[in-house]
């Protein structure tokens, strides 16, 4: 028997100020992520390879790109009156920060694993960061993030519907369901001050494309790079990708990510409360303390 994954909607159906009028916004509260990583095998996810090394590439791009994010937003926190947004930004800036502690620290795992992620950081880091941060002025940066915000939501909302998750290491299980619950809680904040500072729908577009650029082919470096150290070649990859497919369909990742999401985003009246799922945080939540309850007590029997 086959299952199909159903893969978050993006509804248009309620103009942005009315959808913002709906939203049951949760608080956005920064919690204390998962640091300890030494008993995750090396290939976590349900022992297979490439699922795996998927996961790792876009975990690589989270600490600096989350840091990118909070710098972009709180360049301009002081021109921001609304004491509630202002609320916002901070509770936002204190997720991001422990997201990137907590996957940087899964970082010593993968090198425990004999992964070389050094050199690939220091190019991506340069790259992103001290060139790109470096020629884009404040509103495209914030612009950037406002789009990668949108993706990352695209991606915590997958999260909750994905089964195979299921089958991941319980300490991975943990940080995704955690780290995805509170990208929810956020989703809007970034979207929120870009519209404040300034809500050019060009300035919006330039910045999903910067943001897009940056996001794939950083993704698709880090994965291939980490497979290539695996000894798979990339057709190899995809033949296995195919192979999976056929046992339980799926839409890509790629295509339900970024496709469906570029057409989301560039509705000209697009409002990230528009897809109604912040409820979504609280199950994703839970999920990530019975994998935490898992992991801790997977870690009791190996050392008893
Ligand atoms: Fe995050
Ligand atoms: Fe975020």
Do not use: C
């Not at 978050?8 to 009028?21: G, I, K, N």
């Not at 004491?83 to 090198?111: N, T, V, W, Y």
């Not at 955690?178 to 500072?197: G, I, N, P, R, T």
């Amino acid at each position: 028997m086959t299952t199909t994954t159903t893969a978050p909607s993006l509804p248009a159906d309620l103009t942005a100020a009315a959808a913002v009028e709906r939203a049951e916004r949760p608080p956005i509260t920064p919690r204390p992520g998962p640091r300890e990583f030494d008993g995750v095998p090396k290939h976590w996810f349900a022992g297979l390879p490439v699922p795996t090394q998927i996961s790792n590439g876009v975990n690589l791009l989270f600490p600096a790109g989350e840091r990118f994010f909070v710098r972009s937003v709180y360049h301009y926190l002081d021109r921001i009156d609304d004491p509630k947004l202002k609320e916002a930004i901070k509770g936002f800036g204190g997720q991001e920060g422990r997201h990137a502690r907590s996957h940087e620290d899964f970082f010593a795992a993968m090198r425990g694993h004999g992964y070389e992620i050094d050199r690939f950081l220091k190019v991506y880091e340069w790259l992103s960061y001290t060139l790109l941060e470096r020629l884009a002025p404040p509103p495209l940066r914030l612009a950037a993030t406002a789009a990668a915000e949108h993706y990352t939501a695209i991606m915590a909302a997958g999260a909750a519907a994905d089964v195979p998750l299921e089958l991941a290491h319980p300490a991975m299980r943990q940080l995704l369901y955690w780290h995805a619950a509170e990208e929810l809680e956020h989703k809007s904040v970034a979207f929120d001050v870009l519209q404040q500072v300034n809500s050019s729908y060009a300035l919006r577009v330039a910045g999903l494309a910067m943001s897009t650029a940056m996001l794939v082919s950083m993704w698709w470096t880090a994965t291939l790079y980490l497979l290539w150290q695996d000894g798979i070649t990339p057709w190899k990859a995809a033949k296995s990708l195919r192979a999976m497919r056929e046992v339980r369909p799926s839409e890509p990742i790629f295509r339900r990510v970024f496709l469906r999401g570029i057409r989301a985003y560039l509705r000209r009246d697009f409002h990230p409360d528009q897809d109604d799922n912040y409820h979504l945080a609280k199950t994703l939540l839970a999920k990530a303390e019975a994998a935490r309850v898992e992991a801790a007590a997977a870690t009791t029997a190996v050392s008893a």
